[in-house]
Nanobody, 115 residues
């Protein structure tokens, strides 16, 4: 059974920083890519950042230059470093990993940014 264990959410002030962590079952390289999504109240879930198995990254336009997705291979962990946080970044953040046609999700971690 695939599990994605997330940690690192919490409360931050606008302009502050948080770092999210995601540890997938097995190896990071078992998946085509690992990503972070977020879902704010009454909004659809959206892709925030993704790192593909070969290393290329993609970002939501509104987080470019502020968020960085990275991998620590020895720790089998994917991070989302979030800097210059804004109140509109408030959401539940979900780690996602995909393998062939299957998508796997973490339990979600709340990020709240106060103004």
């Amino acid at each position: 059974q695939v599990r994605l264990v997330e940690s690192g959410g919490g409360l931050a002030q606008a302009g502050g920083s948080l770092r999210l962590s995601c540890v997938p079952s097995g190896s990071i390289f078992d998946y085509s890519g690992v990503a972070w999504y977020r879902q704010a109240p009454n909004k659809e879930r959206e892709l925030v950042a993704r790192v593909a198995i070969g290393g290329p990254t993609t970002y939501l336009d509104s987080v470019k230059g502020r968020f960085t997705i990275s991998r620590d291979i020895p720790k089998n962990t994917v991070y989302l470093q979030m800097n210059s946080l804004k109140p509109e970044d408030t959401a539940v953040y979900y780690c996602n990993a995909n393998r062939q046609s299957a998508n796997f999700w973490g339990q979600g971690t709340q990020v709240t940014v106060s103004s």
